[in-house]
Structure formats: structure tokens, C-alpha cells
């Protein structure tokens, strides 16, 4: 978090077709990882666990930090120090991010806005950002809730990242502080 509170984003990667296979993925992530001076990686630790098992040998123990996605419990941030990993309000954290998007521009005109995130040229960025646009909110009347969802060939991956890389960004800044589970 270079800016105070902006987020900003200095690469996006889609890895599709052969570049998604484990083996070739996890060498590009480290040089990524190596070429920014990462600290850390937030990852996803569902589907990406065979993946997380690769990167934290080749990246050391500490270097990630795991989230799984929930719908139903009320903190934003919970860290479950057994299993070593966040659960994440993914509704909460998607708000968060979006409203983040919708505000980054209009901090140059209006002080009252801060924060924000900053993504890589337009021109480099526009295949990602297309993701945000895949989103949609779905009311529960059951629950009396709203939460978020997209079509199975309308990809949200860039959202996720961004909410991920986000939060890993201020777990380690230490602007956040995630209520421990016992």
C-alpha cells in the first residue's frame, strides 16, 4: 500500500490454456513473486490447493496467506489459527472492492474520497476489467440477503484477485485486523 489507503496494481496475469497447467504456472508466479519483491501471496486455498502446496515450497512457509470464500458469517475477515487460514465474507469483501473501483476516479476532483484503487493502463488493463462487469448481485428472501454471483462463461477471477491481493496488502500493512476464531 504504497499511497496510504489506494490499492494499486502494478500487474495482472491471466493464466489460460497450457500456461494454467501446474507446472508451468507456479515457476512464472515465483518470478513474478521475485521480479515485484513480493512478501507475500494471497491465494485462494479451495480449488488452488495443489497449487498452494507448490508455491509454499518453492516460496517459503510464511510467504501465503490462504482464504476461503463464505457467504454466512458476519465478520469480513476471520483467521482460524488450527487450519492457518482466512475466511472471508465474500459478499462483504466484493462490496469493499467494488465500491473501491467506483470511487478511484473521483479522488482527483473531490478530497472527500479516499482510497481507491489504481490499475495499470487501460489499454493493458481492459481484459481484466471486464470481469467487474460479469458481476451481479442475487437477493435471498429466505435469508434477507444479497450476495453476488456470475454466469459460468462470464469469468469473475479478476475480482477475486484484486479482493485478495487487496486484503492480503492490508493484512500485512496491518490496516486490518481479523477477528481470531478459538
Not at 23 to 32: C, V
Not at 65 to 88: C, D, F, M, S
Amino acid at each position: 500500500l504504497p499511497h496510504a489507503d489506494r490499492y494499486v496494481v502494478v500487474y495482472l496475469k491471466k493464466f489460460e490454456g497450457e500456461e494454467a497447467g501446474l507446472f508451468s504456472m507456479i515457476p512464472e508466479i515465483e518470478d513474478i513473486f521475485i521480479r515485484f519483491r513480493a512478501k507475500k501471496v494471497g491465494v485462494d486455498w479451495g480449488a488452488g490447493m495443489d497449487k498452494n502446496i507448490l508455491l509454499r515450497d518453492r516460496l517459503g512457509e510464511d510467504t501465503l496467506v490462504e482464504y476461503i470464500n463464505t457467504w454466512n458469517q458476519q465478520e469480513t475477515v476471520r483467521y482460524n489459527p488450527k487450519a492457518g487460514l482466512y475466511t472471508l465474507n465474500r459478499t462483504k469483501v466484493l462490496t469493499e472492492i467494488f465500491q473501491k473501483v467506483r470511487t478511484s476516479g473521483l479522488q482527483e476532483r473531490d478530497p472527500r474520497y479516499t482510497g481507491g484503487i489504481s490499475f495499470p493502463r487501460y489499454s493493458e488493463s481492459k481484459p481484466f476489467l471486464k470481469d467487474f462487469l460479469n458481476v451481479f448481485t442475487v437477493y435471498n428472501e429466505k435469508t434477507n440477503q444479497t450476495h453476488y454471483e456470475h454466469a459460468p462463461d462470464a469469468p469473475d477471477d479478476t475480482c477475486h484477485s484484486i479482493a485478495v491481493g487487496y486484503l492480503t496488502a492490508r493484512l500485512y500493512a496491518r490496516t486490518v485486523t481479523p477477528i481470531y476464531v478459538t
